[in-house]
Protein backbone atom coordinates (compact mmCIF):
# COMPACT_ATOMS: atom_id res chain seq x y z
CA UNK A 1 0.00 0.00 0.00
CA UNK A 2 1.76 3.00 -0.67
CA UNK A 3 1.28 6.36 1.27
CA UNK A 4 -0.06 9.28 0.19
CA UNK A 5 -0.60 13.32 1.78
CA UNK A 6 -3.55 13.45 0.70
CA UNK A 7 -5.19 16.62 2.63
CA UNK A 8 -5.07 18.42 6.22
CA UNK A 9 -7.26 16.62 7.31
CA UNK A 10 -6.60 13.41 6.53
CA UNK A 11 -2.90 13.94 6.60
CA UNK A 12 -3.73 15.14 10.90
CA UNK A 13 -5.35 11.63 11.03
CA UNK A 14 -2.92 9.66 9.53
CA UNK A 15 -4.56 8.18 6.93
CA UNK A 16 -2.69 5.68 4.46
CA UNK A 17 -3.74 5.72 0.38
CA UNK A 18 -4.55 2.27 -1.65
CA UNK A 19 -3.47 1.61 -4.96
CA UNK A 20 -6.03 1.08 -7.28
CA UNK A 21 -6.71 -3.07 -8.35
CA UNK A 22 -6.47 -2.98 -12.40
CA UNK A 23 -9.25 -3.95 -14.20
CA UNK A 24 -11.24 -3.53 -17.51
CA UNK A 25 -14.34 -1.82 -18.03
CA UNK A 26 -16.11 -5.36 -19.27
CA UNK A 27 -14.56 -7.00 -15.80
CA UNK A 28 -16.41 -4.75 -13.08
CA UNK A 29 -19.23 -1.66 -13.34
CA UNK A 30 -17.78 1.88 -13.87
CA UNK A 31 -19.39 3.21 -10.45
CA UNK A 32 -19.85 1.56 -6.86
CA UNK A 33 -23.07 2.54 -4.92
CA UNK A 34 -22.53 3.67 -1.37
CA UNK A 35 -25.91 4.25 0.89
CA UNK A 36 -27.69 3.71 4.33
CA UNK A 37 -28.30 6.32 7.06
CA UNK A 38 -26.40 8.90 9.02
CA UNK A 39 -27.79 8.48 12.68
CA UNK A 40 -27.86 10.00 15.93
CA UNK A 41 -24.78 7.92 18.12
CA UNK A 42 -27.63 7.93 20.86
CA UNK A 43 -30.64 7.51 20.08
CA UNK A 44 -30.11 5.56 16.61
CA UNK A 45 -32.49 8.25 14.93
CA UNK A 46 -31.85 9.41 11.52
CA UNK A 47 -30.52 12.67 10.89
CA UNK A 48 -31.15 14.71 8.21
CA UNK A 49 -29.50 17.72 6.89
CA UNK A 50 -25.74 16.40 7.70
CA UNK A 51 -22.88 17.92 5.43
CA UNK A 52 -20.23 15.10 4.56
CA UNK A 53 -17.24 14.98 2.85
CA UNK A 54 -16.08 11.86 1.21
CA UNK A 55 -12.02 11.73 0.42
CA UNK A 56 -11.83 9.07 -2.44
CA UNK A 57 -9.05 7.90 -4.04
CA UNK A 58 -8.99 5.51 -6.85
CA UNK A 59 -5.82 4.86 -9.62
CA UNK A 60 -3.74 7.04 -7.15
CA UNK A 61 -5.61 10.20 -7.60
CA UNK A 62 -7.61 12.04 -4.65
CA UNK A 63 -11.33 13.29 -4.89
CA UNK A 64 -13.80 14.53 -3.01
CA UNK A 65 -17.21 14.67 -2.79
CA UNK A 66 -19.93 16.90 -0.66
CA UNK A 67 -22.63 14.45 0.38
CA UNK A 68 -25.55 15.58 2.58
CA UNK A 69 -27.75 13.38 4.42
CA UNK A 70 -31.71 13.60 3.76
CA UNK A 71 -34.94 12.71 5.02
CA UNK A 72 -34.68 9.88 7.85
CA UNK A 73 -30.72 10.56 7.30
CA UNK A 74 -30.62 8.75 3.89
CA UNK A 75 -27.72 9.29 1.75
CA UNK A 76 -26.35 7.79 -1.26
CA UNK A 77 -23.16 8.26 -3.65
CA UNK A 78 -21.17 6.54 -5.97
CA UNK A 79 -17.56 6.10 -6.88
CA UNK A 80 -15.28 3.79 -8.41
CA UNK A 81 -14.62 -0.02 -7.90
CA UNK A 82 -11.73 -0.51 -5.20
CA UNK A 83 -11.68 3.12 -4.01
CA UNK A 84 -10.81 3.89 -0.67
CA UNK A 85 -13.23 5.64 0.81
CA UNK A 86 -13.21 8.00 4.36
CA UNK A 87 -15.79 10.05 5.24
CA UNK A 88 -15.51 13.53 7.23
CA UNK A 89 -18.09 14.73 9.05
CA UNK A 90 -18.76 18.69 8.34
CA UNK A 91 -20.28 21.94 9.99
CA UNK A 92 -24.06 22.40 8.43
CA UNK A 93 -25.82 25.30 8.48
CA UNK A 94 -28.32 24.76 11.63
CA UNK A 95 -25.76 22.58 13.83
CA UNK A 96 -22.34 22.04 15.17
CA UNK A 97 -20.03 18.75 15.63
CA UNK A 98 -20.23 17.83 18.96
CA UNK A 99 -16.64 17.03 18.72
CA UNK A 100 -15.92 15.86 22.43
CA UNK A 101 -18.38 13.12 22.14
CA UNK A 102 -16.85 12.33 18.12
CA UNK A 103 -13.55 11.91 19.90
CA UNK A 104 -14.80 9.37 23.09
CA UNK A 105 -16.42 7.39 20.29
CA UNK A 106 -13.86 6.87 17.67
CA UNK A 107 -15.50 8.87 15.30
CA UNK A 108 -13.96 12.11 14.47
CA UNK A 109 -14.18 10.55 10.58
CA UNK A 110 -14.89 7.08 9.22
CA UNK A 111 -12.94 4.42 6.94
CA UNK A 112 -14.86 2.56 4.84
CA UNK A 113 -12.09 0.95 3.38
CA UNK A 114 -11.32 -0.30 -0.40
CA UNK A 115 -14.65 -0.90 -1.85
CA UNK A 116 -15.32 -3.47 -4.62
CA UNK A 117 -18.85 -3.43 -4.73
CA UNK A 118 -22.06 -1.78 -3.44
CA UNK A 119 -22.07 -0.78 0.19
CA UNK A 120 -26.14 -0.60 0.56
CA UNK A 121 -26.67 -0.88 4.63
CA UNK A 122 -23.98 1.51 5.58
CA UNK A 123 -25.21 2.96 9.38
CA UNK A 124 -22.89 6.27 10.46
CA UNK A 125 -23.04 7.35 14.13
CA UNK A 126 -22.73 11.07 14.62
CA UNK A 127 -23.45 13.60 17.28
CA UNK A 128 -24.65 17.12 16.79
CA UNK A 129 -24.77 19.97 19.09
CA UNK A 130 -27.67 22.15 19.51
CA UNK A 131 -27.42 25.86 17.05
CA UNK A 132 -28.49 29.00 17.61
CA UNK A 133 -29.35 31.55 15.90
CA UNK A 134 -27.36 35.38 15.83
CA UNK A 135 -28.13 38.74 14.58
CA UNK A 136 -25.73 41.18 14.55
CA UNK A 137 -24.90 44.12 13.22
CA UNK A 138 -21.24 46.01 12.86
CA UNK A 139 -20.31 49.53 13.10
CA UNK A 140 -17.57 51.46 13.08
CA UNK A 141 -16.24 53.53 16.24
CA UNK A 142 -18.32 56.43 15.07
CA UNK A 143 -21.62 54.09 15.01
CA UNK A 144 -21.81 53.77 11.23
CA UNK A 145 -22.64 50.68 9.26
CA UNK A 146 -18.88 48.75 8.02
CA UNK A 147 -20.25 47.06 4.88
CA UNK A 148 -18.70 43.61 3.82
CA UNK A 149 -17.23 42.88 7.24
CA UNK A 150 -16.14 39.65 8.27
CA UNK A 151 -17.50 37.72 10.86
CA UNK A 152 -15.63 34.35 12.31
CA UNK A 153 -15.81 31.57 14.67
CA UNK A 154 -12.48 30.15 13.54
CA UNK A 155 -11.65 27.42 12.07
CA UNK A 156 -11.39 24.19 15.03
CA UNK A 157 -12.79 21.41 14.75
CA UNK A 158 -16.92 21.15 14.55
CA UNK A 159 -17.19 24.79 13.86
CA UNK A 160 -18.72 26.65 11.08
CA UNK A 161 -15.30 27.08 9.51
CA UNK A 162 -15.92 29.94 6.87
CA UNK A 163 -15.89 33.68 7.20
CA UNK A 164 -19.74 35.23 6.92
CA UNK A 165 -20.04 38.91 5.33
CA UNK A 166 -21.95 41.19 6.36
CA UNK A 167 -24.22 42.85 4.16
CA UNK A 168 -24.02 46.23 2.97
CA UNK A 169 -25.87 47.97 5.88
CA UNK A 170 -23.04 45.80 8.05
CA UNK A 171 -25.76 43.54 9.21
CA UNK A 172 -25.24 39.28 9.47
CA UNK A 173 -27.14 36.57 10.69
CA UNK A 174 -25.36 33.34 11.98
CA UNK A 175 -27.38 30.51 11.68
CA UNK A 176 -25.01 27.77 13.32
CA UNK A 177 -23.92 29.74 16.75
CA UNK A 178 -23.25 27.41 19.80
CA UNK A 179 -26.89 27.41 22.01
CA UNK A 180 -25.26 25.41 25.04
CA UNK A 181 -22.15 27.69 25.81
CA UNK A 182 -20.82 30.65 25.80
CA UNK A 183 -18.35 31.22 22.45
CA UNK A 184 -16.12 33.64 20.38
CA UNK A 185 -16.46 36.18 17.57
CA UNK A 186 -13.66 37.68 15.60
CA UNK A 187 -15.18 40.28 13.34
CA UNK A 188 -12.96 42.30 10.95
CA UNK A 189 -13.44 44.65 8.21
CA UNK A 190 -12.72 43.88 4.58
CA UNK A 191 -9.79 46.20 4.69
CA UNK A 192 -8.32 45.05 8.25
CA UNK A 193 -7.91 48.41 9.50
CA UNK A 194 -10.77 47.78 11.79
CA UNK A 195 -11.61 44.53 14.14
CA UNK A 196 -12.81 43.53 17.74
CA UNK A 197 -12.80 39.76 19.58
CA UNK A 198 -15.36 39.64 21.80
CA UNK A 199 -17.24 36.76 23.80
CA UNK A 200 -21.13 35.73 23.07
CA UNK A 201 -23.22 34.48 26.35
CA UNK A 202 -25.12 31.51 25.68
CA UNK A 203 -29.05 32.72 24.68
CA UNK A 204 -28.32 35.85 23.32
CA UNK A 205 -29.79 36.62 20.01
CA UNK A 206 -28.77 39.98 18.82
CA UNK A 207 -24.83 41.69 18.74
CA UNK A 208 -24.40 45.16 17.80
CA UNK A 209 -20.78 45.11 17.36
CA UNK A 210 -18.08 47.93 17.51
CA UNK A 211 -14.93 47.80 15.58
CA UNK A 212 -11.90 49.42 16.95
CA UNK A 213 -8.64 50.13 14.84
CA UNK A 214 -6.17 47.23 14.61
CA UNK A 215 -2.71 47.88 15.39
CA UNK A 216 0.73 47.07 13.76
CA UNK A 217 3.04 44.54 15.96
CA UNK A 218 6.97 45.09 15.31
CA UNK A 219 9.52 42.93 16.28
CA UNK A 220 12.92 41.63 15.97
CA UNK A 221 13.84 37.68 15.69
CA UNK A 222 17.06 36.92 17.41
CA UNK A 223 19.20 33.24 17.05
CA UNK A 224 20.21 31.07 19.63
CA UNK A 225 23.79 32.60 18.62
CA UNK A 226 23.09 36.24 19.39
CA UNK A 227 22.58 37.07 15.72
CA UNK A 228 19.34 38.08 13.82
CA UNK A 229 17.63 35.45 12.20
CA UNK A 230 17.30 36.95 8.64
CA UNK A 231 14.64 35.73 6.38
CA UNK A 232 12.98 33.80 8.79
CA UNK A 233 9.38 33.14 7.51
CA UNK A 234 6.46 32.92 10.08
CA UNK A 235 2.86 33.38 10.31
CA UNK A 236 0.90 35.47 13.71
CA UNK A 237 -2.11 33.73 14.78
CA UNK A 238 -5.24 34.31 17.22
CA UNK A 239 -6.51 31.90 20.05
CA UNK A 240 -10.02 31.72 18.83
CA UNK A 241 -12.41 29.42 20.83
CA UNK A 242 -9.19 27.05 21.68
CA UNK A 243 -8.09 26.74 18.15
CA UNK A 244 -5.04 28.72 16.78
CA UNK A 245 -6.74 31.11 13.63
CA UNK A 246 -4.83 32.77 11.25
CA UNK A 247 -7.19 35.46 11.28
CA UNK A 248 -6.37 36.93 7.89
CA UNK A 249 -2.46 37.60 8.52
CA UNK A 250 0.08 36.96 5.86
CA UNK A 251 2.90 34.93 6.28
CA UNK A 252 5.87 37.72 7.33
CA UNK A 253 9.43 36.88 6.72
CA UNK A 254 12.24 39.02 8.90
CA UNK A 255 15.10 41.53 6.84
CA UNK A 256 18.49 41.38 7.05
CA UNK A 257 18.08 42.88 10.60
CA UNK A 258 15.74 40.25 11.75
CA UNK A 259 13.23 42.62 12.29
CA UNK A 260 9.76 42.54 10.90
CA UNK A 261 6.22 44.18 11.12
CA UNK A 262 2.75 42.60 11.12
CA UNK A 263 -0.37 45.00 10.32
CA UNK A 264 -3.50 44.35 10.84
CA UNK A 265 -4.02 42.78 14.23
CA UNK A 266 -7.04 43.13 16.76
CA UNK A 267 -6.44 44.51 20.07
CA UNK A 268 -8.19 42.03 22.26
CA UNK A 269 -6.90 39.14 20.83
CA UNK A 270 -4.31 37.16 21.73
CA UNK A 271 -1.19 35.79 19.19
CA UNK A 272 1.27 33.09 18.21
CA UNK A 273 3.63 33.29 16.06
CA UNK A 274 4.46 29.53 14.41
CA UNK A 275 7.57 29.18 12.14
CA UNK A 276 8.13 26.01 10.62
CA UNK A 277 12.43 24.96 10.04
CA UNK A 278 13.87 23.02 8.05
CA UNK A 279 13.55 24.08 3.98
CA UNK A 280 12.91 26.97 1.98
CA UNK A 281 14.46 30.43 3.53
CA UNK A 282 13.73 28.74 7.46
CA UNK A 283 16.02 25.64 6.43
CA UNK A 284 18.93 26.93 8.57
CA UNK A 285 16.15 27.43 11.61
CA UNK A 286 14.57 24.89 14.12
CA UNK A 287 10.17 24.85 13.98
CA UNK A 288 9.30 26.72 16.68
CA UNK A 289 6.40 28.99 18.38
CA UNK A 290 6.49 32.21 20.29
CA UNK A 291 3.67 33.71 22.14
CA UNK A 292 2.82 37.82 21.41
CA UNK A 293 1.21 40.30 23.13
CA UNK A 294 -0.15 42.72 21.31
CA UNK A 295 -1.74 45.11 24.16
CA UNK A 296 1.44 45.74 25.86
CA UNK A 297 2.25 48.19 22.48
CA UNK A 298 5.70 46.90 23.19
CA UNK A 299 8.16 45.45 20.67
CA UNK A 300 8.35 41.56 20.84
CA UNK A 301 11.55 39.89 20.45
CA UNK A 302 11.31 35.98 18.64
CA UNK A 303 13.85 33.47 20.28
CA UNK A 304 14.60 30.96 17.31
CA UNK A 305 16.94 28.36 17.36
CA UNK A 306 19.34 27.32 14.56
CA UNK A 307 19.85 24.17 12.59
CA UNK A 308 22.72 22.38 13.56
CA UNK A 309 23.58 19.10 11.95
CA UNK A 310 26.18 17.34 14.18
CA UNK A 311 25.66 13.57 12.74
CA UNK A 312 28.59 12.62 12.02
CA UNK A 313 30.18 13.57 16.23
CA UNK A 314 31.19 10.68 18.13
CA UNK A 315 28.60 8.97 20.35
CA UNK A 316 25.90 8.44 17.11
CA UNK A 317 24.08 5.07 16.06
CA UNK A 318 23.70 3.54 12.47
CA UNK A 319 26.75 6.06 11.22
CA UNK A 320 29.15 3.12 10.37
CA UNK A 321 29.73 1.33 7.48
CA UNK A 322 28.26 -1.84 9.05
CA UNK A 323 25.72 -0.33 11.28
CA UNK A 324 23.75 1.64 8.23
CA UNK A 325 20.35 1.21 7.45
CA UNK A 326 18.60 2.00 4.32
CA UNK A 327 15.49 3.05 6.04
CA UNK A 328 15.69 3.12 9.88
CA UNK A 329 12.00 3.34 11.20
CA UNK A 330 12.57 3.15 14.35
CA UNK A 331 14.48 0.98 17.71
CA UNK A 332 14.48 0.18 21.12
CA UNK A 333 17.63 -0.55 23.88
CA UNK A 334 17.96 -4.58 25.23
CA UNK A 335 18.70 -4.86 28.39
CA UNK A 336 22.38 -4.41 27.61
CA UNK A 337 21.52 -1.31 26.05
CA UNK A 338 22.43 -3.05 22.53
CA UNK A 339 20.72 -1.06 19.92
CA UNK A 340 18.00 -2.83 18.09
CA UNK A 341 17.57 -0.89 15.37
CA UNK A 342 15.09 -1.48 12.57
CA UNK A 343 15.48 -1.33 8.93
CA UNK A 344 12.13 -1.30 6.71
CA UNK A 345 14.57 -2.18 3.70
CA UNK A 346 15.89 -5.36 4.62
CA UNK A 347 12.98 -6.30 6.47
CA UNK A 348 15.50 -6.88 9.43
CA UNK A 349 16.41 -5.75 13.04
CA UNK A 350 20.16 -4.91 13.43
CA UNK A 351 21.49 -5.55 17.35
CA UNK A 352 24.31 -2.77 17.40
CA UNK A 353 26.72 -1.60 20.48
CA UNK A 354 26.55 1.21 22.31
CA UNK A 355 29.85 2.01 20.47
CA UNK A 356 28.34 1.22 16.70
CA UNK A 357 29.37 -2.11 16.50
CA UNK A 358 27.54 -4.74 14.41
CA UNK A 359 26.56 -7.56 16.56
CA UNK A 360 23.84 -9.61 14.84
CA UNK A 361 21.39 -9.47 12.03
CA UNK A 362 18.28 -10.68 12.28
CA UNK A 363 16.13 -11.28 9.12
CA UNK A 364 12.56 -10.94 9.82
CA UNK A 365 10.50 -11.36 6.65
CA UNK A 366 8.82 -8.63 7.50
CA UNK A 367 9.40 -4.51 7.59
CA UNK A 368 9.66 -3.87 11.61
CA UNK A 369 7.69 -0.67 12.04
CA UNK A 370 7.51 -0.85 15.97
CA UNK A 371 9.38 -2.78 18.61
CA UNK A 372 9.99 -3.16 22.05
CA UNK A 373 12.36 -5.29 24.64
CA UNK A 374 10.75 -7.59 27.61
CA UNK A 375 12.45 -7.50 30.71
CA UNK A 376 12.55 -11.03 29.81
CA UNK A 377 15.15 -10.06 27.02
CA UNK A 378 12.38 -11.18 24.74
CA UNK A 379 11.58 -8.81 21.97
CA UNK A 380 8.10 -7.63 20.49
CA UNK A 381 8.38 -6.40 16.81
CA UNK A 382 5.72 -5.06 14.60
CA UNK A 383 4.97 -4.33 11.11
CA UNK A 384 3.92 -5.15 7.55
CA UNK A 385 0.94 -6.43 8.45
CA UNK A 386 2.59 -8.82 11.05
CA UNK A 387 3.55 -8.96 15.20
CA UNK A 388 5.86 -11.41 16.06
CA UNK A 389 7.79 -12.44 19.18
CA UNK A 390 11.76 -12.99 19.31
CA UNK A 391 14.38 -14.83 21.22
CA UNK A 392 17.15 -13.01 22.86
CA UNK A 393 19.14 -14.48 19.81
CA UNK A 394 16.47 -12.81 17.33
CA UNK A 395 15.18 -16.08 16.54
CA UNK A 396 11.39 -15.50 15.50
CA UNK A 397 9.35 -17.83 18.22
CA UNK A 398 5.81 -16.76 17.10
CA UNK A 399 4.33 -14.45 14.54
CA UNK A 400 0.78 -13.45 13.99
CA UNK A 401 -1.16 -11.34 11.35
CA UNK A 402 -1.79 -7.54 13.07
CA UNK A 403 -5.23 -7.37 14.86
CA UNK A 404 -7.94 -5.72 12.21
CA UNK A 405 -6.50 -7.24 9.39
CA UNK A 406 -4.20 -4.19 9.67
CA UNK A 407 -1.04 -3.58 7.78
CA UNK A 408 0.75 -0.55 9.35
CA UNK A 409 1.50 -0.53 13.22
CA UNK A 410 2.77 2.61 15.15
CA UNK A 411 4.17 1.25 18.52
CA UNK A 412 3.98 -2.31 20.56
CA UNK A 413 4.62 -2.32 24.63
CA UNK A 414 3.82 -4.67 27.02
CA UNK A 415 3.31 -5.31 30.82
CA UNK A 416 3.37 -8.61 32.29
CA UNK A 417 2.28 -11.07 29.84
CA UNK A 418 -0.18 -8.55 27.84
CA UNK A 419 1.31 -7.46 24.79
CA UNK A 420 0.37 -4.03 23.10
CA UNK A 421 0.22 -2.92 19.68
CA UNK A 422 -0.46 0.23 17.82
CA UNK A 423 -2.64 0.20 14.12
CA UNK A 424 -4.56 2.10 11.76
CA UNK A 425 -8.10 0.59 11.80
CA UNK A 426 -11.14 2.68 10.52
CA UNK A 427 -11.75 5.35 12.56
CA UNK A 428 -8.06 6.71 13.32
CA UNK A 429 -5.72 4.81 15.48
CA UNK A 430 -6.54 1.60 18.04
CA UNK A 431 -4.61 0.37 20.44
CA UNK A 432 -4.93 -3.78 21.07
CA UNK A 433 -4.45 -6.19 23.41
CA UNK A 434 -2.98 -9.39 22.91
CA UNK A 435 -1.92 -12.55 24.74
CA UNK A 436 1.84 -13.76 25.10
CA UNK A 437 0.88 -16.53 22.58
CA UNK A 438 0.06 -12.77 20.04
CA UNK A 439 -3.70 -14.28 20.56
CA UNK A 440 -7.30 -13.29 21.33
CA UNK A 441 -6.42 -9.52 20.11
CA UNK A 442 -9.01 -7.08 22.35
CA UNK A 443 -9.23 -3.12 21.14
CA UNK A 444 -9.20 -1.19 24.09
CA UNK A 445 -8.64 2.31 22.50
CA UNK A 446 -10.38 3.49 19.35
CA UNK A 447 -10.51 7.19 17.42
CA UNK A 448 -6.99 8.19 18.30
CA UNK A 449 -5.87 11.13 16.27
CA UNK A 450 -2.23 11.02 15.20
CA UNK A 451 -0.53 13.73 12.78
CA UNK A 452 1.65 12.67 9.94
CA UNK A 453 1.01 8.69 11.14
CA UNK A 454 2.63 8.68 14.30
CA UNK A 455 1.29 7.16 17.19
CA UNK A 456 3.29 5.92 19.68
CA UNK A 457 2.72 4.62 23.29
CA UNK A 458 4.36 2.75 26.32
CA UNK A 459 3.05 0.54 29.12
CA UNK A 460 4.17 -0.03 32.60
CA UNK A 461 2.20 -1.62 35.67
CA UNK A 462 -0.35 -2.56 33.67
CA UNK A 463 -1.32 1.30 32.30
CA UNK A 464 -0.49 2.31 28.88
CA UNK A 465 0.54 5.98 28.56
CA UNK A 466 -0.21 7.08 25.03
CA UNK A 467 1.61 10.35 22.78
CA UNK A 468 -1.80 11.90 21.85
CA UNK A 469 0.27 14.35 19.71
CA UNK A 470 -2.98 15.77 18.19
CA UNK A 471 -4.43 17.00 21.59
CA UNK A 472 -0.82 17.57 22.66
CA UNK A 473 -1.26 15.41 25.90
CA UNK A 474 -0.04 11.86 26.98
CA UNK A 475 -3.25 10.10 28.07
CA UNK A 476 -3.29 7.24 30.70
CA UNK A 477 -5.61 4.13 29.88
CA UNK A 478 -5.93 0.63 32.17
CA UNK A 479 -5.52 -3.08 30.19
CA UNK A 480 -9.31 -2.78 29.58
CA UNK A 481 -8.98 0.67 27.75
CA UNK A 482 -10.66 3.17 30.36
CA UNK A 483 -9.26 6.37 30.52
CA UNK A 484 -7.67 7.01 33.94
CA UNK A 485 -5.97 10.84 33.53
CA UNK A 486 -4.46 12.93 30.77
CA UNK A 487 -1.79 15.61 31.49
CA UNK A 488 0.23 18.36 28.92
CA UNK A 489 -0.88 21.41 27.12
CA UNK A 490 0.16 23.84 24.46
CA UNK A 491 2.35 25.91 24.92
CA UNK A 492 6.23 27.59 24.55
CA UNK A 493 6.46 26.84 28.65
CA UNK A 494 8.70 23.98 29.53
CA UNK A 495 6.59 22.00 30.41
CA UNK A 496 4.40 22.88 27.17
CA UNK A 497 4.84 21.01 23.81
CA UNK A 498 4.83 23.08 20.80
CA UNK A 499 5.02 22.65 17.27
CA UNK A 500 2.27 21.49 14.98
CA UNK A 501 1.26 18.12 17.01
CA UNK A 502 3.30 17.10 19.81
CA UNK A 503 4.32 15.05 21.88
CA UNK A 504 5.55 12.50 18.92
CA UNK A 505 6.95 9.74 21.40
CA UNK A 506 7.53 8.39 24.89
CA UNK A 507 9.63 6.13 26.95
CA UNK A 508 10.27 5.42 30.98
CA UNK A 509 13.79 5.37 32.17
CA UNK A 510 14.59 2.60 34.90
CA UNK A 511 13.61 5.02 37.98
CA UNK A 512 10.06 4.95 36.38
CA UNK A 513 10.42 8.59 35.58
CA UNK A 514 8.47 9.21 31.71
CA UNK A 515 9.99 10.77 29.16
CA UNK A 516 8.38 12.47 25.94
CA UNK A 517 10.37 13.60 22.96
CA UNK A 518 9.10 16.30 20.24
CA UNK A 519 9.92 16.45 16.71
CA UNK A 520 9.32 20.31 16.58
CA UNK A 521 12.00 21.36 19.22
CA UNK A 522 13.38 18.62 18.68
CA UNK A 523 13.25 18.22 22.46
CA UNK A 524 13.10 15.79 25.73
CA UNK A 525 11.27 16.68 28.68
CA UNK A 526 10.81 14.62 31.78
CA UNK A 527 7.52 13.98 33.85
CA UNK A 528 6.52 11.73 36.55
CA UNK A 529 4.39 9.17 35.93
CA UNK A 530 1.32 11.44 37.28
CA UNK A 531 2.36 14.14 34.79
CA UNK A 532 4.15 15.97 36.86
CA UNK A 533 6.84 18.18 35.03
CA UNK A 534 10.45 17.63 35.92
CA UNK A 535 13.16 18.84 33.91
CA UNK A 536 13.69 19.49 29.92
CA UNK A 537 16.28 17.07 29.41
CA UNK A 538 18.22 18.10 25.99
CA UNK A 539 17.93 18.44 22.32
CA UNK A 540 18.49 16.34 19.25
CA UNK A 541 20.17 18.59 17.22
CA UNK A 542 20.30 17.61 13.16
CA UNK A 543 16.51 16.67 13.19
CA UNK A 544 14.40 17.97 10.94
CA UNK A 545 10.37 17.84 10.18
CA UNK A 546 7.34 16.24 11.61
CA UNK A 547 8.66 13.28 12.36
CA UNK A 548 8.77 10.28 14.31
CA UNK A 549 11.48 10.66 17.01
CA UNK A 550 11.75 7.52 18.99
CA UNK A 551 13.95 8.13 22.47
CA UNK A 552 14.97 5.66 24.67
CA UNK A 553 17.19 6.01 27.94
CA UNK A 554 20.21 4.06 28.93
CA UNK A 555 20.40 1.89 32.06
CA UNK A 556 22.16 4.15 33.74
CA UNK A 557 20.40 7.14 32.80
CA UNK A 558 23.00 8.59 31.48
CA UNK A 559 22.78 8.68 27.78
CA UNK A 560 19.31 9.59 25.88
CA UNK A 561 18.69 8.60 22.18
CA UNK A 562 16.78 10.21 19.83
CA UNK A 563 15.69 8.66 16.22
CA UNK A 564 16.74 10.38 12.91
CA UNK A 565 14.60 9.33 9.95
CA UNK A 566 15.94 11.81 7.70
CA UNK A 567 19.64 11.11 8.22
CA UNK A 568 18.64 7.41 8.93
CA UNK A 569 20.93 7.57 12.61
CA UNK A 570 20.04 7.39 16.14
CA UNK A 571 21.39 10.41 18.26
CA UNK A 572 22.76 11.34 21.45
CA UNK A 573 20.46 13.89 23.02
CA UNK A 574 22.99 16.64 23.42
CA UNK A 575 21.93 17.85 27.37
CA UNK A 576 20.16 20.69 28.41
CA UNK A 577 18.89 20.64 31.55
CA UNK A 578 16.03 23.33 32.89
CA UNK A 579 13.33 22.98 35.40
CA UNK A 580 10.57 24.83 36.14
CA UNK A 581 12.06 25.75 39.58
CA UNK A 582 15.67 28.42 40.19
CA UNK A 583 18.87 26.85 39.87
Known sequence: MARAKIATALFLAGVAGVAAVAVTAEQAPQTVKL??????????????????????????????????????????????????VIVVWQPGEGYLLDM??????????????????????????????PAAM??????????KPVAGALVQMGNGPGTPGRALPADAEGKFVLKSAPADQAYELFVQSADR????????????????????????????????????????????????????????????????NGAFQVRGLCADATYVAQWYGGSGTNAGYISGTAPISVKAGQPVQLAVKRFLDDWDAPGHIAVSDQTKCKR?????????????ACDGASNAVLCISPDDKLKAKWELGFAPEAIECRDDGT???????KIAL??????????????AEAKTATGVGWAGKDVFVAVRVQTGYGIYRMTDELSEPVLLVKGLRGCCGQMDFTAKDGVVYVAANCDFKVIKYDRE??????????????????????????????????????????????????????????????????VRVTIAVTRDNSKIYMLDTGRNIIRVVKPDVKTCEPG
Open 193 to 256: KHAKLLTVQPGTKEARIALAPTVTLEGKAVADNGKPAVGLTFQVMMTLNGQRFLGGTANTRTDE
Open 481 to 546: GKKIADFGKRGTDLDGFEGCCEPKNVCFDTKGNLYTSESGGCCVKKFTPEGKFLAHMGVGTGIRGC
Open 328 to 340: LTTYCLDAEDNIL
Open 35 to 84: SGKVVDGESGKGLEGVAMLLYVRAENRMERQTVTSGKDGAFEAAVKPSSD
Open 390 to 403: LGKDGKKLREAPLP
Open 379 to 385: VVVAGGG
Open 100 to 129: EWLRENGTPYVRLGEVKADKTDLVLKTRLR
Open 134 to 143: LAGSVVDAEG
